[in-house]
């Protein structure tokens, strides 16, 4: 673990100092750490063992606080997922709230570093393991939430697999966040205003340090507050435009709405509302158009019949639809298209960044008890409020007035169809609340001449209350196919009078929902999730004996952990009463780790030509888990100074990560999924002309002998999930990493070039039931692909087709993930005569991100590198201006290009929108953001004041097709991944005031 470190201005204060200043885009700092003077040996990241200096045969990048501020971020969440490390691939976390499912809940952040998952970046907290937080059964990381900005000194970030040396977790590298420990007091305010309202943030912190004789403290509180961003707080995320293209002359050939004139608002995530679904029984002839999705509209504008015609009209045939006046059949055709409802107001108004607020008080100390041994300790305790405001659609199943014995309640429905009404609503808000608290405490000490000990306990404790709207399924479902009034009846769960809900009345419909009707359908859950994490931790290190080149150091260690998670959902939830919902239990349960570890560092050569000096370092760990059994692993490195310009570094080793509690103890769930929300070959013929799927998905329904025509089945599929205690396997990984680093003192210029190499085995995954049907019948190789196993349709190999009926999305192990390529980073500082520059860079350019599912011959591994939200390239360039008082900076994020027009893409880049082929936008051109900032300082007053402003030149997201292609995630008319900025020109500033 990380001996705490003294800033004052000794030698390696001033070598931290420089590395701290020199990696602030990831310049190693092992290329940085020649200083002759450097006398003192601390532990960094990535060792057990002191060292006289960073030498290290592993890359590690070092960021500190004050970049982040110059840049206008105010967490150390986005600090993180803006490094190169963690921007190539997508970073789901509290910034993508509503538009993602993630584990840990609403608003909690997390690092997914080489896009291997967040439960694969282990995140130490001053060396220590940090425990989870978050809420609902999927808490298994570290939110960034907890820890303020303001308390932070720096991090260091490992980049390659540490399961040797830090256990479980550490697959695709490691993230220590080390804190300030200098003396004095600070106030610290930021706030960030965007251009246009929605997503502005402030924070607002104080501390106070101090050293006296035989200690230190300090102690930091702070609040900080994200305001929420709704949809349509942009204008790029408004209206989900469809933006394709004639192929031969480049014109717009979207829908277009006749009572605008403009392309038609169609964002598929917001999706059509309001609208009665037909099940239409007719044979030829009949007057209910043809339709992937037969629709009856109700005319809220009085206008609709000037844009669409009504049903046709035959008194002599009693299969014809018959309707009260004002609905009419949109959906089947262009002009129906442009006129049907999209994007309600509701789904403007839901938040794509919720609203977060987190209080937090940190404290540490140390108190020397004698001469050789030295007491330490560190409380951080903190609160996070997250709201998000959503809506949602629900819908029963009725009979018309006369069809199947009828329904008086229909009245003025009539014909050979029955009906699914379809209202929506607002009430689909979700309010956290966590508290998390997190103990250290320690000793450490001397003995022999250079020898030393470490021995902590660390104890955390996550308690999150999560509050729902939910529907309530007996209400709906106790009314499905009746014939009749439900008055006077009970409902099945609630035992509640039952009331007649009006499903035909177009305000319901609409979201217009009366007080008495609200309370019947609507109610709020509110569940508890407790996750507990405490460890023991003994370290001793030292000087082995003294070999030709050097010391031979060695660390050995011992390590125990328990963890247990308690998540109780609300009793809604728990009754099997919310609707579209999971039925779920208590997920419970705990595990235990135990653990000894050694590390050795040979010092081989030193002072011969070509060899400057050269080591090897190898450490193993032997780690025994109650819910899996034990296993070893074991790290080789290389460090070799060929001359004083020129080292290589190399590594390699195994990793392994046990599941996660929530992925071993999660209670078995059952919910439910209306076939037309996840059943690909519902009149798959109609869905192609209307752009609704690609020709493979056509394709392959029509090779299992699905009719074009195929209504779907009525009843829901069935999605079945659960834990796997006693089926899953471990994860196991090896990771590779060469490197080489090139230092020229003459010219103050460094620069590292570091390959890197990770593949994950067996690693646990949860596909999602939408995914694993899709994924069947948009596969390259439909008659062998496995996720076809993973679910059932009846009918198959008989007279007549069914539905998708059981879905098993349960947690399995799937084969392979493997993740390679190249970082470079570079520095130079020169002397000018109007004042000193830094320039510094960093890129990563990715070869290969390939996931393999089930090793199956037939079905080769998907490779997104290259894809939007997996780009091959990206960078980072900043140049910062030093002039007495004065300090001027400059950073550009760098996206490269990316599309999805490849073989395991969409293999294309045309498709068909009613009949007509049309070019689609699968592709974004290289993005570019820029901040600037300049800093002037007052030292007489103690105040640092800084304005900035990030995304200066006002970038968009890249703008692409909408397209229900099953390619992009999108949002508005953008594509909607972490890499771009979602907030738009913001203007920043911060104050500092020190005494």
């Not at 502005?200 to 106070?208: K, P």
């Not at 009949?286 to 049903?311: C, E, H, I, K, T």
Request: proline share 4%; with cysteine.
């Amino acid at each position: 673990m990380n001996t705490n470190l003294s800033f004052t201005k000794t030698p390696m204060a001033t070598a931290i100092g420089l590395a701290i200043t020199a990696s602030a885009l990831g310049i190693s700092p092992q290329a940085l750490a020649e200083e002759e003077a450097l006398v003192e040996e601390v532990v960094v990241t990535g060792s057990r063992i002191k060292r006289d200096g960073f030498s290290n045969s592993s890359p590690i990048d070092v960021l500190s606080a004050e970049q982040a501020i110059t840049q206008g971020y105010t967490s150390v969440g986005a600090l993180l997922q803006n490094t190169t490390i963690a921007a190539g691939s997508p970073q789901v976390t509290a910034a993508s709230s509503s538009a993602f499912v993630q584990n840990g809940g609403v608003g909690t952040a997390t690092l997914s570093l080489r896009g291997l998952g967040a439960n694969r970046t282990l995140v130490l907290l001053n060396g220590r393991r940090a425990g989870p937080a978050g809420t609902r059964g999927g808490v298994s990381s570290f939110d960034l939430n907890v820890l303020p900005l303001s308390s932070v000194e720096r991090i260091e970030i490992l980049k390659d697999g540490a399961s040797s040396i830090y256990g479980s977790d550490a697959v695709a590298g490691v993230v220590n966040i080390i804190t300030k420990k200098t003396d004095g007091g600070t106030l610290d305010a930021f706030i960030t205003q965007p251009g246009s309202s929605g997503g502005e943030q402030q924070r607002i912190s104080a501390s106070w340090g101090k050293t006296f004789e035989k200690g230190n403290f300090r102690i930091t509180a702070d609040y900080n507050r994200q305001a929420e961003l709704e949809r349509d707080d942009r204008s790029f995320f408004r209206c989900g435009e469809q933006y394709v293209f004639d192929p031969n002359t480049g014109a717009r050939r979207d829908v277009i709405d006749p009572r605008t004139g403009n392309p038609h608002c169609a964002d598929p995530n917001g999706g059509i509302w309001g609208h009665v679904w037909i099940y239409d029984y007719q044979g030829p002839g009949g007057n209910v158009p043809a339709a992937n999705n037969r629709l009856a509209q109700f005319d809220d504008d009085g206008d609709l019949g000037n844009y669409v015609r009504g049903y046709a009209e035959d008194a002599s045939n009693p299969d014809f639809i018959t309707t009260p006046p004002g609905w009419f059949p949109v959906g089947y055709d262009r002009a129906s298209d442009g006129v049907t409802n999209f994007q309600h107001p509701f789904y403007d108004d839901t938040s794509l960044v919720p609203e977060t607020e987190t209080f937090t008080v940190y404290g540490e100390g140390e108190y020397q008890l004698s001469d050789s041994t030295t007491a330490y300790t560190e409380v951080l305790l903190n609160r996070r409020k997250t709201r998000q405001d959503g809506y949602r659609q629900y819908w029963s199943y009725i009979y018309n007035e006369t069809f199947f014995g009828g329904n008086p309640l229909s009245a003025g429905w009539n014909g050979a169809q029955w009906f699914s009404p379809t209202p929506i609503t607002d009430h689909s808000d979700t309010d956290i609340e966590v508290d998390y608290g997190r103990f250290v405490a320690g000793l450490r000490g001397d003995f022999a001449e250079d020898w030393s000990w470490d021995v902590s306990f660390q104890y955390s404790n996550s308690s999150g209350d999560y509050k729902n709207d939910q529907v309530y399924n007996d209400s709906i479902r106790d009314q499905n196919w009746l014939h009749g009034s439900c008055a006077g009846t009970p409902t099945s769960v609630r035992g509640v009078p039952c009331i007649d809900v009006p499903w035909l009345d177009p305000a319901l419909l609409a979201g217009n929902v009366s007080p008495e009707i609200a309370e019947f359908l609507f109610g709020t859950e509110t569940g508890n999730t407790k996750y507990e994490q405490w460890s023991v931790e003994a370290v001793v290190t030292g000087n082995l004996m003294e070999l030709p080149a050097g010391d031979l150091g060695v660390a050995f260690g011992v390590h125990y952990r328990d963890d247990s998670i308690n998540d109780t959902p609300g009793e809604i939830t728990l009754a099997g009463n919310a609707w579209l919902t999971s039925a779920s239990g208590i997920t419970k349960g705990d595990d235990n780790t135990k653990a000894v570890f050694a590390e050795i560092d040979i010092p081989v050569l030193k002072d011969k030509p070509g060899i400057e000096d050269l080591s090897i370092n190898g450490s193993a760990r032997y780690t025994d888990v109650d819910s899996y059994g034990d296993d070893i692993t074991y790290k080789v490195g290389l460090n070799w100074q060929i001359i004083p310009q020129v080292r290589v570094r190399a590594s390699q080793g195994t990793s392994f990560r046990t599941p996660a509690l929530f992925e071993l103890f999660l209670a078995d769930e059952t919910s439910s999924l209306a076939q037309s929300r996840v059943d690909p070959c519902i009149r798959w013929g109609a869905a192609l002309d209307g752009g609704d799927i690609n020709q493979r998905i056509a394709d392959n329904c029509a090779s299992e002998g699905i009719p074009a025509t195929f209504g779907g089945a009525a009843i829901s599929s069935t999605i079945i999930t659960g834990g796997g205690f006693g089926v899953l396997e471990a994860e196991t990984s090896k990771s590779k990493t060469v490197g080489v680093i090139f230092q020229l003192e003459e010219l103050d210029f460094s620069l590292s070039v570091d390959y890197f190499d990770i593949t994950v085995k067996d690693e646990v995954s949860q596909i999602g039931a939408g995914n694993i049907v899709t994924g069947c019948y948009n596969s390259n190789n439909f008659s062998t692909e496995p996720l076809c196993d993973l679910f059932d349709r009846s009918g198959i190999g008989s007279d007549g087709i069914g539905g998708v009926n059981n879905i098993m999305d349960s947690f399995i192990n799937i084969a392979e993930q493997r993740n390679r390529g190249i970082d470079i980073a570079a520095r130079y500082q020169t002397e000018l005569p109007w004042g000193n520059l830094l320039v510094e860079a960093q890129t990563t350019y990715q070869l290969e991100d390939e996931i393999d599912l089930f090793l199956d011959p037939n079905d080769p591994p998907q490779d997104t590198n290259g894809e939007l939200g997996d780009p091959k390239w990206i960078g980072q360039m900043s140049a910062t201006l030093t002039r007495g008082d004065w300090s001027f900076f400059w950073a550009t994020n760098y996206i490269g290009k990316a599309n999805n027009y490849g073989p395991d893409a969409f293999n294309g880049n045309t498709t068909t929108l009613r009949g007509e082929t049309v070019e689609v936008i699968l592709e974004a051109d290289s993005t570019w953001y820029h901040a600037f900032s300049v800093t002037r300082t007052f030292d007489d007053a103690g105040i640092n004041l800084l304005l900035g402003v990030a995304n200066a030149f006002n970038e968009k997201p890249p703008r692409v097709t909408t397209l229900n292609l099953g390619e992009i995630e999108t949002q508005g008319n953008s594509a909607f991944y972490s890499q771009y900025d979602w907030l738009a020109r913001r203007f920043f500033v911060n104050l500092t005031k020190t005494f």
